[in-house]
Structures are given as structure tokens and as C-alpha cells.
């Protein structure tokens, strides 16, 4: 049976991903961080299964900063892959803690080449990094080899990692991959995110909980995909002949505004009626219009993006509503 090590494991992707490679036989160890209150909530499922939890999953505590026991925890579970996909996500909450997103993102990866550097078997490393390393584009769609400009302080960490990966694939004989990922959605999306602010608000505020929504500019363009379809990826891509770089997009793109519609439509109101501009939500640098070319992806790994934006949202309102009834209900 294949060993994965996921760091991450408790966030969208690294839930998603840990119940792929548990569906395809893998035993899984999951990096999490020793905080009082781990948010687990994404994995309950499974730490509930007894015929899973502690016999085909395994969790370990360590931090990205924590050299020590991050070697102890490869040494000791010697994994066949690595995902690694932990780091300080939010790009708006990188320009706050400039540093600290660095320290994780950026070091935090570069710690993890160093020590499967040194490893006599060396796992095949997956690392999640993210189209803000584009930054501000000068053409679009973008693809793996558009150069990378970040304008955020998260972009310019992961542009570090992301090159460090190259690095060590080139000079030291590394299998590490780079899945450049453009905006990935789900249900369980993390709440500041802004198209899970915006279904939970379009569900909260049709069952009467809510009155208005916050938001900072509208007019900027993702290119917003599903969570699950990009981990399923990020796995082709270790199970190929040769390490290499994937930008994972779909290749359309669509408004705040837009995403606005589809979640507020499909509850029946109109979003104009609620959404208020906070000037707090407005970053100091933003990326504008980011577009994923996945022709690579598509050609290399027969991946297709599945699925619409439309029915994205659909389904993270349809989640919300579920979850704010069973709450009021109790
Ligand atoms: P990002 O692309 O990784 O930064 O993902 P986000 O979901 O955090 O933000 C997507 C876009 O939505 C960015 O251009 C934000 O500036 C914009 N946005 C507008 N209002 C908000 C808000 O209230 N929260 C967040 N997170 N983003 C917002």
C-alpha cells in the first residue's frame, strides 16, 4: 500500500485529498498544526470511522517553523508522496502578517526540500502553489510559462517556494511538482473567503439571519474551480513518468459580481439589495483578472475541468442552507 504524508491535512484541499488517496488504498499521515483548537471539523467523518482512524490515517502534530519534528515525522513514516499543501493561505490577511506568511509559505517549504534532500528515499513531492505568483499579467489566460510577478505579499512567498521547487528538481534530482492553482472552491471553503462569504450570506440571509453583506471591490475576475476535481490532479501528477510544473485553471474567468448573482438567484433574491462596500475589505494591491491556461494539464495528465461556476456556487449555497437549517432547528 503507497504512504502519503499530507501537510495540511485539515484544510478544503488536504480533506478532499486525504479521502482520494484513502479511496485508492494509501495509508495517510497528516501534518497538523499544535494549536489549542485545531479546526478538524472537515475530517470528523473519518476520525469517527474505526476502521479508518489510527489504522489507515494517521495524524501528527508539527509546524512548518519546527525543523526537528517535521524530519522526525518524514524519517518515521518514510511516505512514497508528499502533498504538501500548509502554508498561510489568505492573500488579503498576508499584507497583516507579512512575516509570519513568509516564514510558513515561503521557509516552510524550502525546510521540507532540505530534509527530503537528505533522505535516503526520497518521497515525490507535490507543492500547492497558487496564481498569484503571476501577479499582474501581462497576457491571459497564463500558463507555465508566463513570468511570475507577484504583487502581494502571499504571492511573493509562494513565488520563493515555487522556485525553490525548481530548484531542487534541477540541481538535486528532486521529483518535486509545482500545481500552480487557480482559485478552487468548495463547501468547505474556509468563511473569509469570498465566495464562501457570499453563500453563506445568500443563505443566511434568506432564512432571515442575516440583513446585509460586507464586501470589499467587486469588479475583480477569478478564475474559480472546483476543490475536489483540483486535488484528484495534484495526485496524476506524482503518478507521471517525470516531475514538472501544471498550471490547474479552468480557463474562464468571472466577476465578484457575477459569483454574486449566481448565489443570490438561486435563493431567489437579488444581491444589489444587501451588499454594502467596507473600505476594510479593499486591499492595498490586488491582482485583477487572473485566468488559468489548462491545456498542459489537459494534455499531459487527461484532465478535464468538470463543472461550471454556476452550479459551484449552487452547491456551496445549497451546503449553506443545509447547515443553517439543522442549526436552527437545534
Ligand atoms: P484570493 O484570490 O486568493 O485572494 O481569494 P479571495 O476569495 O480572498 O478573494 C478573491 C477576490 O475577491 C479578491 O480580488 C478580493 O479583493 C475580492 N473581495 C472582495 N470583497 C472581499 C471580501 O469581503 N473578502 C475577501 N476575501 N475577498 C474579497
Not at 46 to 74: A, P, Q
Not at 294 to 321: F, N, T, Y
Amino acid at each position: 500500500m503507497p504512504v502519503a504524508l499530507i501537510t495540511g491535512i485539515t484544510g478544503q484541499d488536504g480533506s478532499y485529498l486525504c479521502e482520494l488517496l484513502l479511496s485508492k488504498g494509501y495509508t495517510v499521515h497528516g501534518l497538523v498544526r499544535r494549536t489549542s483548537n485545531t479546526v478538524r471539523s472537515r475530517l470528523d467523518r473519518l476520525f469517527n470511522d474505526k476502521e479508518i482512524y489510527d489504522k489507515r490515517l494517521f495524524l501528527h502534530y508539527g509546524d512548518l517553523d519546527d525543523v526537528t519534528t517535521i524530519r522526525r515525522v518524514l524519517m518515521k513514516t518514510q511516505p512514497d508522496e508528499l502533498y504538501h499543501l500548509a502554508g498561510q493561505s489568505h492573500v488579503g490577511l498576508s499584507f497583516e502578517i507579512p512575516e509570519s506568511t513568509c516564514q510558513f509559505t515561503a521557509m516552510g517549504t524550502l525546510r521540507l526540500l532540505e530534509i527530503i534532500r537528505d533522505m535516503e528515499k526520497r518521497p515525490r513531492l507535490l507543492h500547492i502553489s497558487s496564481s498569484e505568483v503571476f501577479g499582474r499579467p501581462d497576457h491571459s489566460p497564463q500558463n507555465e510559462l508566463t513570468p511570475m510577478r507577484p504583487v502581494t505579499p502571499y504571492g511573493v512567498a509562494k513565488t520563493f517556494a515555487t522556485q525553490m521547487v525548481q530548484v531542487y528538481r534541477d540541481a538535486f534530482d528532486c521529483f518535486a511538482c509545482n500545481a500552480i492553482c487557480y482559485n478552487h472552491e468548495s463547501p468547505r471553503r474556509g468563511e473569509s473567503f469570498v465566495t464562501r462569504k457570499i453563500t453563506r450570506a445568500a443563505a443566511a440571509i434568506s432564512l432571515g439571519l442575516q440583513s446585509t453583506l460586507s464586501l470589499g471591490a467587486l469588479d475583480a475576475r477569478r478564475d474559480w474551480g472546483d476543490a475536489q476535481d483540483y486535488v484528484e490532479v495534484m495526485w496524476r501528477m506524482l503518478q507521471q513518468p517525470v516531475a514538472d510544473d501544471y498550471v490547474i485553471g479552468t480557463g474562464q474567468t468571472h466577476s465578484i459580481e457575477e459569483f454574486l448573482s449566481f448565489a443570490f438567484e438561486h435563493v431567489g433574491l437579488n444581491w444589489r439589495d444587501y451588499v454594502v462596500i467596507d473600505a476594510k475589505f479593499i486591499r492595498p494591491t490586488d491582482v485583477a483578472d487572473m485566468c488559468g491556461d489548462p491545456s498542459k494539464a489537459k494534455r499531459v495528465l487527461e484532465w478535464q475541468p468538470k463543472g461550471d461556476c454556476r452550479q459551484l456556487a449552487e452547491r456551496m449555497v445549497d451546503h449553506d442552507l443545509a447547515a443553517m437549517r439543522t442549526q436552527k432547528s437545534n
